[in-house]
């Protein structure tokens, strides 16, 4: 399991790109989360997140996910930015739905592609 940090190429300054690769839980999630408060890869700029999981096997359940969410909603520098979710597996992009109606202080959305 692997995790690129990128920049976004129009929006350097307001938009990080989080690519995992291979196989990822909800312990790597957390884990990357707080490694971007951290190491102040977030900061008061930060206005989005995209998380990429085109190349990742997210092995996650519904349990997981309310576990992430209540982990996102109870910190601020998550809940004011706005997240974007890429995977082309249907298996991983039912979990932002589930996320919007789970929380709706989070803006979290799916996508197909970048």
């Known amino acids: 399991m692997s995790i ?9 300054e307001s938009i990080i790109i989080r690519k995992f690769i291979g196989k990822a839980n909800i312990n790597t999630i957390i884990d990357s989360w707080r ?14 997140l995209i998380d990429d999981f085109t190349d990742c096997e997210l092995n996650m359940d519904t349990d997981c996910i309310e ?10 520098y998550i809940r004011k930015i706005k997240i974007g979710v890429v995977s082309n597996s ?3 992009i039912v979990f932002p739905f589930y996320c919007r ?3 709706m202080e989070l803006d979290i959305r799916p ?4």
């Open 4 to 12: 690129i940090y990128e920049k976004h190429d129009k929006y350097t």
């Open 90 to 92: 249907p298996k991983i």
């Open 35 to 48: 490694y971007l408060y951290e190491n102040e890869v977030i900061n008061e700029k930060t206005r989005g």
């Open 101 to 103: 109606e789970l929380e």
């Open 111 to 114: 996508f197909s592609t970048r």
């Open 67 to 76: 576990i992430l969410m209540h982990f996102m909603k109870k910190r601020a």
